[in-house]
């Protein structure tokens, strides 16, 4: 499938993805087929959140967190067909008397944004590197919740990653923006090759605001990864009421496409997707959802996607919340479970 788009004019800011190019991108990228559950812990009582999903040395992993009662770990899990997953074990665990104590939900950078790409991670100056959701206050998502930076030597391993570094973005912080001053949460940084932001790191990430009580999708730049400035005056992606969340970013020919979760602007939680030319400039997908709940284990939330394309087939992994508890679930573009 060619998704070239116009033409280079078109990257022009302020210029919308026309509605014929959305309507190719939702028919590259939708997933029809329920697989059922890929991620699941023995201990019901417990949650699987979260995948972020890259390869190497021909091997499938996947980061995701887990939430106990008291807050986030990460975890690692490795795949040889996407479908079977084992675990490896933890890679972010708690910690005493640090501002990150009972909270390390963890997303790893960098990973190769190209569709149908080898999803290969990125070393930066001889590391690799993750963003996390960090706080010391113990419960779900509970307190003032930050975005930190951890790195590692080894990215296949189940060992502890360093998050002795300071926090990068706060609500605390004071040239923090009026969508985001009360909590931040999830986050994702690509590399930008183009620089469209003159930066060649971009953060997205979801904050909800003390009076603006809703959950947008906001940008930050960096020219190191460790120093990070806010990106833009107002959320990227908003629907001024809900929350729309998790980004995950990819590109299809000249095309970056946004998938995200929507919820509580309209019953449920749900997937979507946006466009773009610049990574700046989103045109919001206004059709039909990428995912909806339709079984008993995503009755509740179908939510919080990785998407990538392999071997001709679309995966697109997500939060599932039904029947058996917080686990992650799988739909594809191709029924895989004949």
């Known amino acids: 499938m060619s998704l070239t788009s116009l033409s280079q004019t078109n990257t022009s800011t302020n210029m919308e993805v026309p509605q ?16 059922g559950i890929v991620i699941q812990h023995p201990d019901s009582t417990k949650m699987v959140d979260s995948p972020t999903i890259f390869r190497k040395n021909n091997v499938w992993y996947m980061t995701y967190i887990v939430f106990d009662g008291k807050g986030y770990e990460t ?26 104590a009972n909270q390390k939900a963890g997303y790893v950078s960098l990973v190769d944004i190209n569709w149908a790409s080898d999803y290969s991670v990125e070393k930066y100056q001889d590391k690799y590197w993750m963003t996390y959701l960090g706080g010391n206050t113990a419960g779900y998502e509970a307190g003032t919740l930050k975005i930190g930076l951890a790195n590692s030597t080894t990215l296949t391993s189940a060992t502890e990653w360093n ?35 003159g930066h060649p790191f971009v953060m997205y990430y979801n904050a909800k605001g003390d009076t603006a009580k809703y959950e947008s999708i906001a940008m930050a730049v960096s020219d190191d990864m460790l120093t990070w400035k806010r990106y833009g005056e107002n959320p990227v992606i908003t629907r001024g009421k809900g929350i729309c969340g998790d980004a995950q970013i990819t590109k299809i020919g000249d095309i970056y496409v946004m998938f995200y979760f929507g919820a509580f602007w309209k ?17 919001d997908w206004q059709g039909e959802d990428l995912l909806t709940p339709s079984e008993d284990y995503d009755e509740k939330y179908a939510h919080k996607p990785w998407v990538l ?13 039904g029947i058996s508890g917080r686990v992650i679930a799988l739909a594809t573009s191709k029924d895989l479970t004949k």
Request: glycine content about 2%; overall charge negative; proline content about 5%.
């Open 163 to 197: 998050t002795k570094l300071p926090p990068l973005l706060s609500p605390d912080d004071e040239d923090v923006r009026w969508f985001e001053d009360k909590t931040i949460y999830k986050s994702l940084v690509i590399r930008d090759d183009s620089k469209h932001t």
């Open 20 to 35: 014929e190019e959305m309507e190719k991108v939702f028919d590259e990228i939708k997933t029809p087929f329920k697989y």
């Open 75 to 100: 975890w690692l899990s490795e795949s040889d067909d996407l479908l079977h997953w084992e675990s490896k074990g933890k890679i972010l665990s708690f910690t005493e008397n640090t501002w990150d």
């Open 267 to 283: 019953p449920g939680a749900f997937e979507r997707f946006a466009c773009s030319y610049d990574l700046i400039n989103w045109t």
């Open 309 to 321: 394309k392999w071997n001709g087939v679309v995966y697109h992994f997500y939060n599932a919340v």
